[in-house]
């Protein structure tokens, strides 16, 4: 499956994005996205993810509260809305698509991933 990733952009703390995932390819297997940011100097982070039904959610205890994915499979098209930005939440924003929800490392080497988006958050 391959993934690509849009829906950034600068704005203020306090403000909202929504980041949006689609995939194309192979997309009829039953895979995870979840998604992940690498602020600069910093290694990449997870934040989210949710399942193939979304049923199963997954998030950061730094964004909990403030983010909420969902998916739409009709669409292939995952999505992160973004709440209450904190200019912490600068960060290059990537999605990747797993097997199952695990560590970074699993879906580094067993998953897919797209190109970043930035979001950048001004104070």
């Known amino acids: 499956v391959q993934l690509q990733a849009s829906g950034g952009g600068a704005v203020q703390a306090g403000g909202s994005l929504r980041l949006s995932c689609a995939a194309s390819g192979r997309t009829s297997g039953g895979y995870v996205v979840g998604w992940f940011r690498q602020a600069p100097g910093k290694e990449r982070e997870f934040v989210s993810a949710?399942?193939?039904?979304?049923?199963?959610?997954y998030y950061a205890d730094s964004v909990k509260g403030r983010f909420t994915i969902s998916r739409d499979n009709a669409k292939n098209t995952v999505y992160l809305q973004m709440n209450s930005l904190k200019p912490e939440d600068t960060a290059v924003y990537y999605c990747?698509?797993?097997?199952?929800?695990?560590?970074?490392?699993?879906?580094?080497?067993?998953?897919?991933w797209g190109q970043g988006t930035l979001v950048t958050v001004s104070s």
């Open positions: 949710i399942s193939w039904s979304g049923g199963t959610t």
């Open positions: 990747a698509a797993a097997p199952f929800h695990g560590t970074y490392h699993d879906y580094a080497n067993l998953g897919s």
